[in-house]
């Protein structure tokens, strides 16, 4: 986040007799200083993208971004983290998908079937996403891929949350071809993750453990 | 590449079947005999259980990506609002002419907005926020109001307080004057009918973005959230005489002077300068001159800035639009300046040293 750094000292203080920082809080102080202008510059945003996605709730997008920014100040740190922006708008989203009660359920159930409960997919944090970088990419690449139409069934679907029928009461498709194209586009992210150089990523993902407990 | 679990190039039944899980678990509505089915799958040997691990670990990567963001923000396809007017009239002798158009228009969403005012069923819904259609009309939001309007074309304003825009829309062209304060606007495409908003002595031309203009004391924001606008001197209510000195992107804020001219063009902090958006007013060096202009609009009491050379004083802060007096009691600590309360006015002055 050089580039805020930048900005923000770019602005001129007036600032009279104020006392000097001890070297021990600096850190500290940089951290909450930071995550305080990711939450001004981002805050209406992240909002803003939380409506479109869920709605005015509840839970309300203010309260969903809230927690998100919550989020960021409970981590230890925030360095390591290449894009903190994007990474706000993952949590958000992620606990936005957690809100519905079908989504919820289902994550549950799946975990539960793989004997891996605890071990949530669900659960976002900067390790789990410095170890799944290269599929990662791989799908971001694969997604550049998709036809117009089965891209937009997969953020239908991934990231707002809906159902066959939702996708089909917005857009006036079928749920039968949104349904088919869903998988076509999964059989292409698919092929495009297994066809990169990492390991697959079930054993990425299988190889990770909790983090921030 | 892979280790074993599934040979390259290969993309057998066991993966395939995991995919389909994953859909009917993600974006269906699995019956308790579908979750039967998928145990006894899932159990029949360890290829499906790799597969479905597999399936699924790729379906929440997807939300780790850092692109996600500009993902979700991504424009959708609509489907026209179907009313139960707009049923009947299916069924009617002209539901076959209707149902073409309605062919065309789920082919081409594109030119969806250009038709949709004519749309019965639109105006059935929305007959109470919606404009005639040549006509000059203004709208004003007092102070500390934060006004929402929705023009006929779709485009929506959003009005900060004490703003007040004018609107005048013709045939060929959609013209807004932002008469004081700030506004957003959510433009709706029309591709033969650009819509321009005036501010002060500049002209902002857009034929579908979402973009923030401030007229402020002393110059003229522009903020582009979406799209692309296009800039020029205000030359008076021709398109034509729209004589572009600058265009810009997403993401770029622009000021201008009183007398239009460009003064700077930067990457645009949209969540200060479009704050108020949220009942946020937020600067980041901004002079105080500005932000006693913007409190103002949102306080009954007057606040002038005594003594001028305070004006150019840079404040970084933000504070909601109803605790205004909370940051004015505590610039005193900030800044070499002090309050005064006198019955009409609140005065901010010099701190005499």
Redesign the interface.
């Given at each position: 986040m050089t580039?805020q750094a930048k900005?923000?000292d770019?602005?001129?203080?007036?600032?009279?007799n104020k006392p000097a920082v001890s070297a021990q809080n600096a850190a500290e102080r940089e951290q909450e200083r930071f995550v305080e202008m990711l939450y001004?510059?981002?805050?209406?945003?992240l909002?803003r993208?939380l409506r479109?996605?869920y709605g005015s709730g509840p839970p309300e997008p203010?309260d969903l971004a809230q927690q998100a920014f919550e989020k960021m100040h409970s981590l230890k740190s925030v360095e390591h983290i290449?894009?903190p922006?994007?990474?706000l708008?993952?949590v958000a989203?992620?606990l936005g998908?957690q809100s519905i009660r079908?989504?919820k359920r289902?994550r549950a159930?799946?975990a539960e079937?793989?004997h891996r409960p605890g071990i949530g997919?669900?659960e976002?944090d900067p390790s789990?996403?410095y170890q799944?970088r290269e599929?990662?990419r791989a799908?971001?690449g694969a997604?550049a891929t998709l036809s117009q139409?089965q891209?937009?069934i997969?953020?239908?679907?991934?990231?707002?949350?809906?159902?066959?029928?939702e996708?089909a009461?917005?857009?006036?498709?079928s749920e039968a071809d949104?349904?088919r194209q869903?998988?076509a586009a999964?059989?292409i992210?698919?092929?495009a993750?297994?066809?990169?150089?990492g390991?697959?990523?079930?054993?990425?993902?299988?190889g990770e453990k909790e983090v921030g407990e | 590449m892979t280790q074993g679990h599934t040979p390259p190039g290969k993309d057998d039944e066991a993966s395939e079947a995991a995919r389909a899980w994953i859909t009917i678990f993600y974006s269906g509505e699995p019956s308790d005999d579908d979750r039967a089915r998928f145990v006894k799958w899932l159990n029949a040997n360890p290829e499906n259980k790799e597969a479905f691990a597999r399936a699924n670990a790729l379906w929440s990567n997807l939300g780790l990506s850092n692109l996600v963001a500009e993902w979700v923000n991504e424009p959708v396809t609509t489907r026209p609002v179907v009313s139960s007017r707009f049923n009947e009239m299916w069924r009617g002798p002209i539901g076959a002419i209707a149902a073409v158009a309605a062919l065309v228009l789920l082919a081409t969403p594109f030119f969806w907005p250009m038709i949709q005012p004519h749309q019965p069923e639109r105006s059935m819904a929305d007959v109470g926020k919606i404009l005639p259609s040549v006509e000059s009309q203004s709208y004003m939001s007092g102070i500390g109001e934060l006004k929402t309007v929705t023009l006929n074309d779709g485009t929506r304003i959003f009005l900060a307080a004490s703003s007040a825009v004018e609107i005048v829309y013709s045939a060929s062209v959609r013209r807004i004057k932002l008469l004081r304060g700030s506004a957003f606007f959510e433009v709706a495409h029309e591709k033969d009918r650009p819509l321009l908003v005036d501010a002060g002595a500049s002209e902002v031309m857009v034929l579908g973005t979402t973009f923030g203009v401030r007229v402020g004391p002393n110059d003229i924001q522009v903020t582009v959230s979406s799209g692309r606008v296009s800039i020029a001197k205000d030359r008076g209510d021709k398109v034509d005489s729209h004589q572009t000195i600058v265009t810009i992107d997403a993401g770029k804020h622009v000021v201008a002077d009183l007398q239009g001219e460009i003064l700077s063009v930067s990457e645009a902090d949209f969540e200060v300068t479009l704050a108020w958006l949220q009942g946020q007013l937020t600067y980041d060096g901004a002079t105080l001159a500005d932000v006693v202009a913007d409190i103002n609009r949102y306080r009954a009491k007057r606040l002038e800035i005594a003594d001028p050379a305070l004006s150019q004083l840079k404040v970084t802060a933000s504070f909601r639009v109803d605790q205004a007096d909370r940051f004015l009691a505590s610039l005193p600590s900030a800044y070499p300046v002090s309050i005064r309360e006198l019955p009409n006015q609140t005065r901010i002055e010099a701190q005499p040293r």
């Open positions: 580039e900005d923000s770019r602005v001129v203080r007036v600032d009279f001004r510059n981002n805050f209406a945003d909002c993208t479109r996605l203010e290449e894009n922006r994007a990474f708008f993952t989203i992620n998908l079908r989504i289902a159930y799946i079937q793989l997919l669900e976002i789990r996403l799944g599929q990662i799908l971001e997604m139409k891209r937009e997969v953020i239908r679907s991934r990231f707002h949350g809906h159902t066959y029928a996708i009461r917005t857009t006036g498709w949104i349904s869903l998988k999964l059989k992210l698919m092929a993750v297994q066809g990169d150089q390991q697959p990523v079930a054993e990425n993902i299988r | -």
